[in-house]
């Protein structure tokens, strides 16, 4: 069941990500950004660990998992260490994917040549 559930969460941000490319004049970037705001709003009000809990790896993949994983680290890092843990509470969760996204990104530069 957690793996229909998980088809379902990832499959509707998608869908709705799709919705609003179309229907609107939002680029891909602004787009991103709504979606990341909502993810850490809804952390902020633990309704995400929610939609994780249902839904599992389907939560944690989208780009709203981006925004979840920001918040919880800064609050992670506050309870931690106060002020100071709020910086290094954000960059304790995240930093595993961005800097796999750099890598990525890099090699790709390397292989494929952008079309004109």
């Known amino acids: 069941m957690i793996y229909l559930n998980a088809f379902l969460f990832a499959g ?17 970037g602004h787009i991103t950004v709504i979606f990341v705001t909502v993810g850490a709003f809804l952390d902020v009000f633990n309704i995400y660990d929610k939609f994780v809990l249902w839904a599992g790896g389907g939560a944690l993949v989208p780009i709203t998992s981006f925004g979840h994983m920001l918040t919880h680290g800064a609050i992670q890092g506050y309870n931690t260490e106060g002020f ?8 304790d ?3 595993a994917g961005i800097t796999a996204t750099i890598v990525i990104t890099f090699f790709f530069t390397l292989i494929f ?3 004109d």
């Open 12 to 28: 509707f941000i998608c869908m709705l990500g799709q919705f609003i490319l179309s229907k609107t004049k939002l680029t891909p």
């Open 84 to 91: 100071l843990g709020l910086i290094g509470g954000t960059f």
């Open 93 to 95: 969760l995240t930093s």
């Open 113 to 115: 040549n952008p079309k």
